[in-house]
């Protein structure tokens, strides 16, 4: 999705620490602050060190199947729902509304 939308990937640290991603995206107290026009936080659960290198971004969704994750309270928008169902479908999407507009 992040390709589809010419994004750029981050993490929270201990995706990085089980080395998933590379340690420079790891977001947050111990890692880069950012401020993007839009977050997108997916199965992120929004501890307060790594709010605390997002929270200044401009919009932030949140996709998380966990009603009561703390990042739902930082969100713009908030999507309670299993990342496997949602991530695919918005992707796809996003690829017909860039189609559209073209
Ligand atoms: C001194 C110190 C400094 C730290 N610095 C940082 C830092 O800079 N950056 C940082 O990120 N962390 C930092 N941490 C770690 C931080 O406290 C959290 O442990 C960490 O941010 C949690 O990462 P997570 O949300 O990816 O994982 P988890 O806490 O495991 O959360 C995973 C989330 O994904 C959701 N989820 C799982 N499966 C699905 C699914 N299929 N669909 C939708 N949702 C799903 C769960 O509901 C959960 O909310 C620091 C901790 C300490 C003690």
Request: aromatic share 6%.
């Amino acid at each position: 999705m992040a390709q589809t939308l010419g994004a750029t990937t981050a993490c929270s640290r201990p995706v990085a620490d089980a080395d998933w991603r590379p340690h420079h995206e790891h977001v947050g107290q111990t890692g880069v602050a950012i401020r993007p026009n839009l977050y997108i936080a997916i199965g992120i659960s929004g501890a307060i060190q790594h709010l605390a290198g997002v929270n200044s971004s401009k919009v932030i969704v949140v996709v998380n199947k966990d009603p009561e994750a703390p990042f739902f309270k930082a969100a713009t928008y908030g999507v309670c729902a299993d990342l496997f169902d949602v991530i695919p479908q918005l992707n796809e999407a996003i690829k017909r509304f860039k189609t559209a507009s073209n």
